[in-house]
Each structure stands twice: as C-alpha cells, then as structure tokens.
T-cell receptor, first 118, second 117 residues
Framework: AQKITQTQPGMFVQEKEAVTLDCTYD???????LFWYKQPSSGEMIFLIY??????QNATEGRYSLNFQKARKSANLVISASQLGDSAMYFC???????????????FGIGTKLQVIP | GAVVSQHPSWVICKSGTSVKIECRSL??????MFWYRQFPKQSLMLMAT?????????EQGVEKDKFLINHASLTLSTLTVTSAHPEDSSFYIC?????????????FGPGTRLTVL
C-alpha cells in the first residue's frame, strides 16, 4: 500500500488565487512527521513546511499552510496568493519510525505539478 | 538555512565506467545523509541511508555492490555508481539531516544528473 498518496498529477491556478494540493498518508506509527517540498524545473528540493503528528495547530510558513486532519490522515498544502514562481512540482512526504541509529526514513508521494497562470 | 552541495551537478559517462558523486553539508555537521534517485516525472526513491563512520543501510532492491556509499566524515558522503549502464541514468539527490530528536528537517542538495551513454 502506498504510504503517501497525491491524487492530483497536475493543477492550474490563477495568479493571486489560493490553491490546495492534496495529500493523504498511511501509517500505524503514533509519532510521525509530514513535509511538503517544492521542486522547480532546476531540480533542487526546497523544504516548505513541516507538521508533526502531535502538533495541535496547523503549521504555517508565510503563504504556505498545512491543513492537517489527523483522523482523515490528510495533510493538504494550501498556497495563498499564488505567484508565477510557485509553478513547480510539489511533493508530500512522511517521516515515520523511531529514531534508530540516528536516522528516520522519509517517504515521498509522486508529486503534483502546479502551474500558475498569469 | 543549512546548505548541502553536490558535485558534479551533471555528468555524462560511457557505459561500464564508474562515477562518483559527492554530497557535502557546508555549514553544519550531518549525522545522517540520504541518497535518492529520481526518474523523469517520478518521485524521489530512497536508495540508502548512511551514518558517519558506519556502513550504509540500503533499501530493498538497491544493489549494494553497484551503488557504493561512503560516509567518511560528518560533512561528506559519496555515492559511486560502479560499472554504470544506461538504465542507471537518473537524477541523484542527497540530503543531510541535522542531528537531534526534535529536529526533523532534511536539507537537500541540488542533485546530480547522470547520463550513461
């Protein structure tokens, strides 16, 4: 079973509007973390936002916010006031597993390609 | 934020040759480094996890003898693709994790695009 599911292969949004990118996850761990990364065409992975499973409030970072619904196992990314520079691939990822030997595995979804239209 | 570099950024090699990719954490000590590969229009697939001074832990299906990982110091990890073949052509990305239980962020390198002719 997929651990991270992103059901939107591609999304379009008008500049200055808000857009929600969907992400659902599957884990039996009580402690886990959820990430969103942006990958422009140049290839580098840019960290956007993080939500811990025990965090009671939704994470926010500037124009990015994470709509965390634990019971539904969803962690949607909301980008407000879209900009042309937001056009990129967006990956949802999950860290799970206990600290062991100093590392934790992160699993990525297949990504959503966002295109911002002028 | 923390900076991770990769070298080279792209490489073209002949089939059968070996290619070494370096991953460096420039302004922090990385207790753990991760190596991913990404095929065109696909997600990142974790290949292996390496801790400084110990053997790398490889994901299922990743050949240890083909993808040699060395994590010699807290700031450097290398991935060597041995006897490269065209199917090894991919985008290889490393990431480094800052130590500490409460710090969850991985910092990614810019990636290395490998093309095997």
């Amino acid at each position: 079973a997929q651990k991270i599911t992103q059901t939107q292969p591609g999304m379009f949004v008008q500049e200055k509007e808000a857009v929600t990118l969907d992400c659902t996850y599957d884990t039996s761990d009580q402690s886990y973390g959820l990430f969103w990364y942006k990958q422009p065409s140049s290839g580098e992975m840019i960290f956007l936002i993080y939500q811990g499973s025990y965090d009671e409030q939704n994470a926010t970072e500037g124009r990015y916010s994470l709509n965390f619904q634990k019971a539904r196992k969803s962690a949607n990314l909301v980008i407000s006031a879209s900009q042309l520079g937001d056009s990129a691939m967006y990956f949802c990822a999950m860290r799970e597993g206990r600290e062991s030997g100093g590392y934790q595995k992160v699993t990525f979804g297949i990504g959503t390609k966002l295109q911002v239209i002028p | 934020g923390a900076v991770v570099s990769q070298h080279p950024s792209w490489v073209i090699c002949k089939s059968g040759t070996s290619v070494k990719i370096e991953c460096r954490s420039l302004d922090f000590q990385a207790t753990t480094m991760f190596w991913y590969r990404q095929f065109p229009k696909q997600s990142l697939m974790l290949m292996a996890t390496s801790n400084e001074g110990s053997k790398a832990t490889y994901e299922q299906g990743v050949e240890k003898d083909k993808f040699l990982i060395n994590h010699a110091s807290l700031t450097l990890s290398t991935l060597t693709v041995t006897s490269a073949h065209p199917e090894d052509s991919s985008f290889y990305i490393c990431s480094a994790r800052v130590g500490g239980l409460d710090y969850n962020e991985q910092f990614f390198g810019p990636g290395t695009r490998l093309t095997v002719l």
